[in-house]
């Protein structure tokens, strides 16, 4: 078996992308062997078509609309939802923004001013 990549095509409610997929291929033989770092590789282009085909917010416009709003991403996970951490993971594109987490962040990148209503109601909870 060699290490290198092979094409491969993923699909979903009729959108297709084809990506080059690392892993072991032994000669002759169409599967490989892959690896948690290869199979992220799927996973996030997998990630791309569903957000693409359920309207979600794709990676980079998670990321783009939260350094417009000045937030860290563990402070965008704590402000907007999902947790601290949970910013970094759509960011990366290792875990899709939600329906609602996609909506509020369209209506904050429409009404960045918004924003202080989210805060306010996060101070009220931690004062509870």
């Known amino acids: 078996m060699t290490r290198g990549m092979r094409p491969m095509t993923l699909s979903y409610k009729g959108r297709s992308v084809e990506i ?14 892959h690896d948690g ?6 996973d996030r282009a997998l990630h791309r078509l569903k957000a693409q085909a359920e309207g979600l917010l794709l990676p980079e416009d998670v990321r783009r609309i939260r350094r417009k709003l000045g937030l860290s991403q563990r402070e965008a996970g704590l402000v907007i939802g999902g947790g601290p ?8 594109g290792d875990v899709l923004a939600s329906h609602a987490i996609s909506s509020a962040l369209r209506v904050l990148d429409a009404h ?17």
Not at 85 to 92: G, H, M, T, V
Not at 115 to 127: K, P
Request: glycine content about 6%; charged content about 30%; overall charge negative.
């Open 37 to 42: 770092d290869d199979m992220k590789v799927s």
């Open 112 to 128: 960045p001013d918004a924003l202080s209503i989210l805060r306010a109601h996060r101070s009220e909870r931690s004062a509870a």
């Open 20 to 33: 080059d997929m690392p892993g072991w291929y032994a000669e002759g033989v169409e599967d490989g062997i």
């Open 85 to 92: 951490n949970a910013f970094q993971k759509y960011e990366a």
